[in-house]
């Protein structure tokens, strides 16, 4: 029961959770490299957000990346590889809908995330995709130690933080693909120059 898993912990107030979103915003839109957004992305959300394991699906990577954490960093290793479409964060990739997951215990779908998680002590899930108005980038997944841990307003909050990491993700990509338009145009201009001298 959600109520249970409030009762240990602290939720933030409504209008400070609101200025930490921003300050997330802000602080991963300053990453323009998309493996170095995830790590800073995992650093800020643990502000604004509980969990205790955190998943992507990478679209561009094609693979689910999961970072089980400690109660003050995500750094431990990843469980065992599972193919993407027993995922849970696949899954919300491909259907484009958030999902719950309020106890494992009595989960049957998502064969893969759900043996994995039950070696550890998660106990509910919380997944939304990462979308932008002109790219599916993926989806992000949050796990607790507590069932029933993320209620409607947690979930509706999650999608609002998705929603600037996607911005982000979309803005960190585009940046990269122009760096690499740049690097090109100035071999070409410098080929160019060079035939022209001889």
């Not at 998502?110 to 980038?137: D, M, N, W, Y």
């Amino acid at each position: 029961m959600a109520t249970a898993a409030l009762d240990t912990r602290q939720t933030p107030a409504i209008g400070a959770r609101y200025e930490s979103l921003i300050r997330l915003a802000e602080s991963i839109r300053a990453q323009h490299d998309p493996d170095g957004l995830f790590l800073a992305m995992q650093a800020e959300l643990s502000k604004v957000i509980q969990f205790d394991a955190i998943a992507q699906f990478d679209e561009s990577a094609n693979k689910v990346k999961w970072h089980l954490c400690d109660r003050r960093s995500c750094e431990s290793a990843s469980p065992v590889e599972v193919k993407k479409e027993e995922t849970l964060a696949w899954w919300v990739y491909e259907h484009q809908e958030p999902v719950v997951i309020p106890s494992i215990q009595e989960e049957i779908r998502f064969p893969g995330t759900i043996a994995c998680l039950r070696e550890t002590r998660i106990k509910s899930i919380c997944a939304v995709p990462l979308t932008t108005v002109h790219h599916r980038l993926g989806s992000l997944a949050i796990a607790s130690e507590y069932a029933g841990a993320y209620s409607p307003d947690e979930v509706r909050f999650f999608s609002l933080v998705a929603g600037q990491i996607a911005l982000a993700m979309d803005d960190a990509i585009n940046f990269q693909a122009l760096q690499r338009s740049r690097e090109r145009l100035e071999l070409l201009l410098e080929l160019t120059n060079r035939i022209v001298s001889n």
